[in-house]
């Protein structure tokens, strides 16, 4: 039991005597002192050489570090395709109420001089188109009607600001 006393001390004396060596360094005191960053230097206030009738130098406004500039570039809040033109356009007739898709070709009479065609809109109305008439949301000209298909050109806005056109084909509905 004596023995493992010493032992005990032995190390304790061992690890106080390490741990005052490093916290005292090498024959120094045991004085710890603090470096203090360097002081980052203040910019001076920018001033305009330029000089005001009066003989006072005028400031010039500070700019901001960064201004996004929109030009070319697309709003990324704005949807791919806008069907139809970018103004709200009000229908001049009730075909232009509805979805092209969902307007239904009833029947054609076959004109090679006047073709003509009767539509149904959602509601159950039914309506005589000719060529050149407007129909649908996306400001369709219907352009050609053959012995069974009609077929119109929409226009849509795609996310640049140009505008496409898309040639849509209906079909006489067969019940």
Do not use: W
């Amino acid at each position: 039991m004596k023995s493992e006393r010493v032992v005990i001390l032995a190390i304790f004396s061992v690890i106080l005597t390490a741990g005052a060596v490093s916290v005292g360094g090498c024959g120094g005191s045991a004085e710890v002192k603090r470096v203090q960053p360097p002081k980052k230097p203040v910019p001076a206030p920018a001033v305009s050489k330029k000089q005001t009738p009066a003989g006072a130098v005028k400031k010039e406004p500070e700019k901001p570090l960064y201004r996004y500039d929109r030009f070319n570039k697309v709003d990324p809040f704005e949807p791919i395709l806008r069907i139809g033109p970018s103004e709200e356009k009000i229908p001049t007739n009730p075909l232009e109420k509805f979805d092209i898709h969902e307007l239904k070709v009833k029947a054609i009479v076959y004109d090679p001089r006047n073709p003509m065609a009767v539509i149904e809109d959602p509601e159950g109305q039914t309506y005589i188109v000719k060529r050149g008439m407007k129909i649908g949301r996306a400001d369709g000209t219907i352009t050609r009607i053959s012995r069974d298909k009609i077929y119109v050109l929409e226009k849509y806005e795609d996310i640049f600001g140009n505008v496409r056109t898309n040639e849509v084909v209906l079909s006489i509905e067969e019940e």
